[in-house]
């Protein structure tokens, strides 16, 4: 059998990058491919699991039947790759990690979004609580069941490292999933996350605002003018308007939150080589064991940020139609949790594990992996099947 041939070599990299030939592995080791870096298979193995497919019918904000045109998990996550991917570039760093954290970072998340995760970690709360990160590992490295070697999708290193700390360093001491993975992989649980994670993390920060902006003003949650109070957003609006004049709401509206997506972008780049500067780090390493994230917005606009945030969540997260839908989000899940931890043979088959039926903790955790895996549509299709008779079980 001939060699096989090289591997193609991506654009170059910045001695603080996180290098693809220099992967710390995986928990349980495979072969290299020919053709694809290892976090170029973190990616694509993302890309063709289960759990991203799901994604597009589980709720950024509004439930998915409320309108084909508001965000889904899945547009979100595809929106905080692209942003991510091209701030990697323009930093000189790993492109496809940064990629493969970015479409799998809500791996974790509940049906009908914080609604649904509330819901779930009031009723886990006896077992430890339900936090949507932590089930992200889980999906990676338990739940997802395609290969025939191994559970999960047998992620980086690197990537296990990133999810972990999407937020940052985690708190101590860790769930019992990410205290299972630092003991296989010591994955410094306690320095920064590494320079593609950071990236990553505030890409899905600057995609939460724009979107989120675009769909409550599509929505119909506050209007244009109500943004005069908000300092990031105002200057943009009026920079439309005195750049186009009178523009139809949609187009108001997308030309906003493309040019605040700029504009933040622009910022965090600029912040972000201030600080490589001033640091000079000679590794990946070197910014983890850095006092503060590399990655970040300016000071001002950090401030301006929080307003933004602080309208959002009073206008929008917080506005009475979408707190009704959150309030029978909750009733919804909490319905499915008690019912399925008081009668597993009510769960499908394969869900059904010996040792659920003695262990209160172990069936616990598999009805909230079970819950936690559906999409909205399915959930509600459940409490369907579950609670109402004409329904076929």
Sequence with gaps: MPPAPPRRRGPALAPHASP??????????????????????DRDRVLHSGAFRKLKYKTQVFVYHEGDYYRTRLTH??????????????????????????LAHDFGHTPFGHAGEEALDAAMRPWGGFDHNDQTLRVLTRLERRYAAFDGLNPTWETLEGLAKHNGPPRLPPSPTLADLDGALDLRLGAQAGPEAQVAAIADDIAYDAHDLDDGLRAGLFGIGELAEVPLVAPIVASVRAAHGSLEDGRLFHETARRLIDALVTDMLAETR????????????????????????????????????????????????????????????????????????CLPADWQAPEIRDDEAARARTVADYISGMTDRYAMLEHKRLFQLDEVG
Aim: glycine share 2%; hydrophobic share 40%; aromatic share 4%.
């Design 20 to 41: 693809p030939e220099r992967s710390r592995g995986r928990r349980h080791p495979e072969p290299e491919a020919a053709e694809r870096s290892p976090h170029q298979r």
């Design 77 to 102: 996550s595809l929106e905080v790759a692209q942003l991510a991917r091209s701030a990697c570039r323009s930093l000189a760093l790993n492109e496809d990690l940064a990629e493969a954290l970015a």
């Design 274 to 345: 201030r600080r490589l500067a001033a640091l000079d780090p000679g590794s990946a390493d070197d910014i983890r064991d850095a006092p503060e994230p590399v990655a970040a917005f300016s000071e001002e606009t950090r401030e301006k940020d929080a307003e933004l945030k602080a309208f959002l969540r009073a206008r929008m997260y917080r506005h009475y139609k979408v707190n009704r839908m959150a309030s029978k989000a909750r009733r919804l899940v909490a319905d499915l949790f008690r019912l399925l931890t008081a009668e597993p043979e």
